[in-house]
């Protein structure tokens, strides 16, 4: 089975501290993207990476970046956490095929 | 890129057939209707795709119109644990032949007994 994890369950950081998040899958996939989920909008894509060292935006990218320096790993990194990046963090990643393959997620709180 | 259409929560008695709807009148030609669902406190989980003919695996049916402007997503007998949130996407083309999902706010399934 694919198995897509996520370094942390539950964060809680303080404002402005600097922020990463890890995600790992096993399959030799491709592309990798990350999301934030939060109520009433749904899940909003911030960035995507397509090869190792290559990465896209997604549409809420401001404030978040990126860096694949190894094919199973896709880090997001918030350079200052502020209290609106509380949210829901999922990971995904595909392999051209038609299904992406969700981390549990990560569920950060900005204090 | 096209964006989607769902309505936010809908009831299905335990047994019977869900028929959840999607709107997405501004697909293109050659992108896909995909559909996830999303368990509470899980990462989404994939259903089913389908790009003009109606589809059908061991979860779900889907079914797209000639127009492919809308499609409908069939659980032919629901149980209580197909209470979840249910996304309807469409697969888009991001930059240098790659490709992004747009997730809308999809539709709350509850299951009731």
């Known amino acids: 089975d694919v198995k897509v994890t996520q370094s942390s369950r539950y964060l809680v950081k303080r404002t402005g501290e600097k922020v990463f998040l890890e995600c790992v899958q096993d399959m030799d996939h491709e592309n990798m993207f990350w999301y934030r989920q939060d109520p009433g909008l749904g899940l909003r894509l911030i960035y995507f990476s397509y090869d190792v060292k290559m990465k896209e935006k997604g549409d809420i990218p401001e404030g978040y970046s990126v860096s694949r320096e190894k094919k199973e790993r896709f880090s997001l990194i918030l350079e200052s956490a502020s209290t609106n990046q509380t949210s829901m963090y999922l990971c995904?990643?595909?392999?051209?095929?038609?299904?992406?393959?969700f981390g549990p997620g990560t569920r950060l709180t900005v204090t | 890129d096209a964006k989607t259409t769902q309505p936010t929560s809908m009831d299905c008695a335990e047994g019977r057939a869900a028929n959840l709807p999607c709107n997405h009148s501004?697909?293109?030609?050659?992108?896909?209707v995909y559909w996830y669902r999303q368990i509470h406190s899980q990462g989404p989980q994939y259903i089913i795709h389908?790009?003009?003919n109606n589809e059908t695996n061991e979860m779900a049916s889907l079914i797209i119109t000639e127009d492919r402007k809308s499609s409908t997503l069939i659980l032919p007998h629901a149980t209580l644990r197909d209470t979840a949130v249910y996304y309807c996407i469409v697969r888009a083309f991001g930059g240098s032949g790659t490709y992004k999902y747009i997730f809308g706010t999809g539709t709350r399934l509850k299951v009731l007994a």
């Open positions: 995904a990643s595909t392999g051209g095929a038609w299904e992406q393959y």
């Open positions: 501004t697909i293109s030609g050659n992108e896909y």
């Open positions: 389908g790009l003009k």
